[in-house]
């Protein structure tokens, strides 16, 4: 459904984010100002005692400064309800007492249409567990009591049974005046080949009520009774209710467990969901006797950024864990992924409960493992990588393997650990030691002690306090620059506890432009220490920024290039640390030029064209000279030849 123009606009006009936030968090009212509508409270999106959440209602968003959770309204709703868009949109939208945009007619057909076939289904689910109660149904009882379901979950889980009858649902449902083109749009009959009546779809099968994310009955699964059937498993075909590869069975209870906190786990089968929910992991789904689609894996990154698939452990268990991530790889995000628990002894979720209970099972799911652990068992499961030749044909899968992940970052980071499992095979455990038998690897070396102390890497950490010490004294004594930096300000990772303060403090008073005032704000909320420890550093005493406190081009300028020369400096660190690990792991042309372009950021950086252009001049040879001393200079020189020519000297 499309909303029209300014739809949005006016509903978030109506509403203050603060009330729409104000129902999940408590206020923290010594820090909140309530009437610049600057309010902070404990993240409900992280367990903590302090209230680092910031709500700005004028600016219209919520930023967390432990978690770094952020968004508007919207977003808020979505995250804590565990909604999607338009349910989000729905929920504000009755909160402001706005009505939901009328359907287009045909929309508005095919809904009451699909409300028509609901109803019918619901009627389906009570006519099946009707049956389940009868005297026809007692072996599918049995086999129930045998797979440990009490009566009461039955009931719970709404289970019913289809007779082994051709009639039984049809008859039933006309017999109730329910239209025949609604008994066949929703699945429960198919039309007779041979000209008679149609037949149920579902004969002689326990049968699982499957509902949608809104509780809906859309589809039936169905478990065969006799074990010579050909498809021991069956679900409703597709209907203009049911989507099979975007349907997920316990959707809704799913999505509340795991917008509570619970993981979602993701099992193949019926009884495998029930078994686990029962056993008190509420957040559990299964796809609907199929392997997952790319549409069933966007629903599950919906529900929970980090699903973990709970498979089988048997040989069809991890062909299906292969399959899944072949799907998955190019649609990973930073913040979605998959982990994998798979079940010992080619043993099901159910069969772990029963034979060895809850805690066994909470064990196997704390160590679910990452995808790229598959990957590389994938790739290198019983293979010998005896000569350079299969050791490049495995560098060359895993390539190709990871090229599939659209993210840059994420592609990076996968090569990254593949390589360090690469380093960790091929490494050599023991040397030769002449003929007298063998002495183990030398351990790699350690940074020592005194090198992490030693002067160098003490000059490049203090180096950057320094900088952080700039950029902090500079925003304190021109506040007006703190509302255009803010968000750089937002991403610099401070080193020491009394800068995180500052930031915390300096961000939390953005709407103070009077350098005295802010001062004073952050002094209320840090103390005064960390503000005397920043003025206190020589370094910040002669900074240009502060030493003319009027002029807010120049300190814009200082702050400008100390956040560039900050952000270079330590990303240029990374990359180098990265490209160590590189030269021992899968080494590929990218490296020497992603070292390049390091260096290429820090140079531009630290002697930028600003810095070079303010102060200094090129001559002729290449040589830098000091602009001021230079016009001096011409200046001297200008009334040396002034004072030559009115002498009339050639």
Excluded at 51 to 71: E, I, L, P, Q, T
Excluded at 117 to 128: C, I, K, N, P, R
Excluded at 361 to 376: E, G, H, K, S, T
Excluded at 462 to 475: G, K, N, P, S, W
Aim: proline share 6%; hydrophobic share 40%; aromatic share 6%.
């Amino acid at each position: 459904m499309s909303l029209p123009p300014g739809f949005l606009d006016e509903l978030r006009t109506r509403l203050s984010l603060s009330q729409v936030v104000g129902r999940k968090v408590i206020w923290d009212n010594r820090k909140s100002n309530q009437a610049k509508g600057d309010m902070w409270a404990p993240c409900p999106f992280h367990q903590e005692k302090t209230a680092s959440f910031h709500v700005d209602d004028r600016k219209g968003y919520y930023y967390c400064f432990g978690c770094h959770a952020k968004g508007d309204a919207i977003s808020f709703v979505r995250e804590t309800e565990n909604v999607g868009f338009m349910e989000a949109i729905e929920i504000l939208a009755g909160e402001a007492g706005m009505q939901m945009p009328a359907r287009d007619p045909r929309a508005q057909e095919k809904a009451d249409h699909r409300t028509l076939l609901a109803d019918v289904m619901e009627q389906a689910v009570q006519f099946f567990r009707l049956q389940l109660k009868t005297g026809a149904a007692a072996e599918a009882r049995d086999y129930l009591t045998r797979r440990g379901l009490s009566p009461e979950q039955q009931d719970r889980w709404e289970i019913g049974f289809a007779p082994n009858a051709w009639q039984a649902m049809w008859d039933h449902l006309r017999g109730k005046d329910v239209a025949e083109d609604l008994i066949l749009g929703a699945g429960l009959a198919k039309p007779s080949t041979k000209g008679g009546k149609p037949y149920d779809t579902f004969r002689n099968r326990i049968i699982f009520p499957i509902r949608d994310a809104r509780g809906r009955a859309i589809a039936f699964g169905g478990r065969a009774m006799d074990p010579s059937d050909n498809a021991k498993y069956l679900n409703s075909p597709e209907t203009d209710l049911f989507d099979k590869g975007r349907s997920l069975y316990n959707h809704g209870p799913a999505r509340e467990a795991a917008g509570k906190g619970q993981p979602l786990v993701v099992a193949e089968g019926y009884m495998d969901v029930i078994a686990l929910s029962e056993a008190g992991f509420g957040a559990t789904v299964a796809p609907l006797g199929t392997a997952i689609t790319e549409d069933q894996l966007r629903l599950l990154w919906r529900i929970h950024p980090e699903p973990i698939i709970a498979l089988d452990g048997d040989t069809a268990g991890l062909r299906a864990a292969m399959r899944l991530i072949d799907l998955a790889m190019p649609l990973l995000e930073a913040g979605k992924s998959l982990r994998f628990a798979l079940m010992p002894g080619g043993k099901d979720p159910d069969d772990v409960i029963k034979q060895d209970g809850p805690d066994a099972m909470q064990a196997l799911l704390d160590a679910a493992q990452p995808m790229v652990n598959l990957l590389w068992q994938r790739e290198t499961e019983g293979k010998v990588f005896d000569s350079p030749e299969r050791k490049a044909a495995l560098d060359k899968s895993l390539r190709d393997a990871i090229s599939k992940i659209q993210d840059p970052s994420i592609r990076h980071h996968y090569g990254d650990d593949l390589k360090q499992m690469r380093w960790d095979l091929f490494r050599p455990q023991r040397q030769p030691k002449g003929q007298g038998g063998w002495k183990p690897r030398q351990a790699e070396p350690q940074v020592l002690p005194g090198t992490k102390q030693s002067a160098l890497v003490a000059s490049a950490d203090f180096d950057q306090f320094l900088r952080e010490a700039v950029i902090l004294a500079t925003v304190l004594t021109h506040p007006i620059l703190l509302d255009r930096y803010e968000s750089q300000l937002e991403r610099v990772e401070f080193r020491s506890d009394d800068h995180r303060a500052l930031q915390l403090a300096l961000l939390s008073h953005a709407d103070l432009t009077d350098p005295d005032d802010l001062r004073r704000a952050v002094e209320d909320r840090t103390g005064p220490a960390p503000l005397e420890n920043l003025f206190s550093l020589r370094h910040v005493q002669i900074c240009p920024a502060l030493t003319d406190r009027q002029d807010t081009e120049k300190a814009e300028m200082c702050l400008s290039e100390e956040l560039a020369k900050l952000s270079a400096t330590r990303g240029a660190a990374q990359e180098l640390q990265d490209a160590m690990r590189d030269m021992t792991g899968l080494v590929d042309e990218g490296l020497t030029w992603r070292l390049g372009e390091a260096a290429k950021a820090v140079n531009a950086a630290t002697q930028g064209d600003s810095e070079d252009k303010n102060e200094y001049e090129f001559g002729p040879n290449g040589a830098k000279m000091n602009r001021d001393e230079r016009e001096a200079f011409k200046k001297l020189y200008e009334s040396l030849v002034s004072n030559d020519n009115s002498k009339g000297q050639p």
